[in-house]
């Protein structure tokens, strides 16, 4: 039961932190468009946080997976904490061409999301 107890404290520290971190770039890009630092905070509004923690095992046939369908990302930003060994994301460049994100050790990626694209 301790080691639940552990990794709960855990999960949920990171948790703050991300979202911490989430609200320090929000002002960062608020204020690289020449608004005040709060401001996409503010028109947002009270922003939920949703956690998932997925364990892809190697796949003995990759050929064989589908993966997830191409997609937006609904919210305001994403901060994924990849696997350092395992690339699968990719992103879409120009519309039509498909690049592979190759993970490095210790860094996130931040996506934003529909909530923060102006097209």
């Known amino acids: 039961m301790h080691f639940f107890l552990a990794c709960r404290e855990i999960m949920s520290t990171y948790c703050r932190e991300v ?6 770039l929000l002002g960062a890009i608020s204020v ?3 608004l005040e630092e709060d401001y996409i905070e503010k028109v947002l509004g009270e922003q939920e946080q949703h956690m998932a923690v997925n364990y892809y ?15 937006t990302d609904p919210n305001a930003l994403t901060i994924l904490l990849p696997d350092p060994h395992v690339a699968g994301l990719q992103v879409l460049r120009d519309g039509d061409q498909w690049i592979v994100v190759n993970p490095r050790p210790n860094a996130l990626v931040v ?9």
């Not at 979202?19 to 320090?24: E, F, T």
């Not at 095992?57 to 997609?71: S, W």
């Open 57 to 71: 095992p190697r796949c003995p046939e990759p050929d064989l997976t589908y993966g997830l369908p191409k997609h």
């Open 32 to 34: 690289s468009l020449g």
């Open 19 to 24: 979202r911490q971190l989430g609200l320090r």
């Open 111 to 119: 996506n934003l999301g529909d909530q923060i694209q102006v097209t």
